[in-house]
């Protein structure tokens, strides 16, 4: 397995929902707000195994001092490998 990290901010909205799903997370019922979110977020970071999203995480930022990381998902049949911690 091996997994790659991205910034881009363009990550297909069904992908980016499935994984929401799969951990279980209410944001996947709002699924405009949530995109919007991600979006508009300071980083947007996902974690890819070829054309799969296995992970995201975003980060909240005045940009100099205070840094909030809200979302970190790995999807549940990758959990445990390491991904949340590259």
């Avoid at 929902?17 to 997370?25: A, G």
């Avoid at 070829?50 to 990381?69: H, Q, R, T």
Wanted: glycine share 6%; proline share 3%; hydrophobic share 35%.
């Amino acid at each position: 397995m091996k997994i790659e990290l991205s910034e881009k901010l363009q990550i297909d909205k069904d992908k980016i929902l499935e994984l929401y799903r799969q951990n279980k997370w209410s944001s996947a019922d709002k699924p405009d707000e949530l995109i919007n979110a991600l979006n508009n977020s300071h980083t947007l970071i996902s974690a890819w195994d070829g054309d799969k999203l296995v992970g995201l995480a975003n980060s909240i930022s005045d940009g100099y001092l205070v840094v909030y990381y809200p979302h970190l998902l790995i999807l549940p049949d990758y959990q445990g490998k390491g991904i949340g911690k590259m």
